[in-house]
């Protein structure tokens, strides 16, 4: 496994707990050592207890590696570039020590790449780095496959060991066996390892993660129709929606938008692969612009809301509960804009806070905002709480706050728990603790003058139609 990052880690210990003898690569000697410590460097639930596999090791030579094993992964970082794609520098270096080291060796081996990467990358960037270096073609004893898994931050070996599918995609029909024996051994025969070609492998990873996109933000539609509408309940919607199983009810919920490593630049490498083969990429794009509409407008709402030097806490940094990774998390813009209207806020997260540090590093400087990892450090009684991920322990801990106005954009608070003298904001729900028959008047135009031309009912005033062209 050529690089144990979280997910590499991860999947190598899942690898080696079911069987396997795997051997973990990386360039940071620190990680290595943790790992070859049997300590977690990570803290992926699970994670802890696998590694103590014993035949799990881990080392920072390439060559060491690769000559004690027959499949190699590789799962490094491939960071996104100013275009929306990705950039190939650390694969084609990983790729490139691979071949040095096949170079020295008539032994037959699999090259597995699991880092996401825009179709047509392996074959025509990586496949003749490899043949360079190694003085092999891939057909003659050097099989060269491409199979990112389908996993979430803070469930990774779940999401590895128990997938709706497997997904590999392979030089030709005759490659890939090696990686379908290991696959059968550590999934079991009921989950479906779908193979293909290399392109359709590298397209399918982007069109099920911009999927996802698509369909939080049509949640998140859904919501905000129905803060608008007499009595409106987004939950009873999607529940509603979800049972057909044409649509299903996974990530069918308003609330936050989406965020982490993967779903927002996935989508955007998307829009760029439609738009250099001349298809339309306004789908994705329009998804993406949605979701940030979406969070600024929230974001004002709440502005508008508070008073300047109002003091404002979120309970929760990270891009979602389970885990401490907080990249292109919506609750730090939130702490972002409620600084720049003079909010004093202060950010709670006991996994991410150190991360959350680093990312509003110029406002902790500047004393706008404070990140706290321990309860005892909230203030007590703020003018706003937001409750920022769907961790249960956040919503005990912001009903104990007793703020103003509490933002619960998931509805986990239910209405026999709300405080007396907090008003409570649920997404997807008109505000129960004080209506407001102004939020309806949009829904009551409509029938004010049944005479008006249809054409002149649709999405004027929200700024969503120039955003999207705009982008």
Known sequence: MLGLGRVGLAVAAALASHGGRVCGVDIDPRRVAMVAGHLPADDEPGLAELLGQHRFSA????????????????????????????????????????????????????????????????????????????????????????????????????????????????????????????????LGPGVPIRTMSIENAELTKLAVNTFLTMKITFANTLAALCDHLPGGDVDTV???????????????????????????????ALALLAEVVGVPPELARATDAADRWFSAHRAEAL?????????????????KAGTSVVDASQSLELARVLAAA????????????????????????????????????LPRSPDLVVIATTDAQLTDLALDLRPALLADPWRLVTRERWPAGTEVLQYGRPNATRPDDAAFNAVRSLWADRSESPERIGPGGTGMDALVAED
């Open 238 to 268: 999607t529940d509603a929606v979800g049972s057909d199983s044409r649509v299903g009810p996974q990530l069918l919920t308003g609330g936050f938008g989406y965020g982490g490593p993967c779903l927002p630049r996935d989508n955007a």
């Open 303 to 319: 502005v508008a809301r508070l008073r300047p030097e109002s003091t404002a806490v979120i309970l929760g940094a990270a891009y």
């Open 342 to 377: 003079g909010v004093h806020v202060v950010v709670y997260d006991q996994r991410a806070a150190s991360a959350a540090g680093r990312v509003l590093a110029a406002a902790v400087a500047a004393g706008t905002v404070r990140i706290v990892d321990e309860p005892a450090d």
């Open 59 to 186: 080392c920072s030579s390439h060559a060491d590696g690769i000559r004690r094993t027959s499949v190699t992964y590789v799962i490094v970082p491939t960071p996104s570039d100013d275009r929306g794609g990705y950039e190939l520098r650390h694969v084609q270096r990983s790729f490139e020590q691979i071949g040095h080291a096949l170079a020295q060796s008539d032994e037959p081996h699999t090259v597995v790449l699991a880092s996401t990467v825009l179709p047509g990358a392996t074959r025509y960037a990586l496949q003749p780095v490899l043949e360079d270096a190694s003085g092999r073609a891939v057909g003659d004893g050097l099989d060269l496959c491409y199979s990112p898994p389908f996993v979430a931050l803070g469930s990774v070996l779940r999401d590895f060991l128990h997938p709706d599918f497997a997904l590999l995609g392979v030089a030709d029909g005759a490659t890939g066996r090696e990686v379908e024996t290991v696959y059968r051994r550590v």
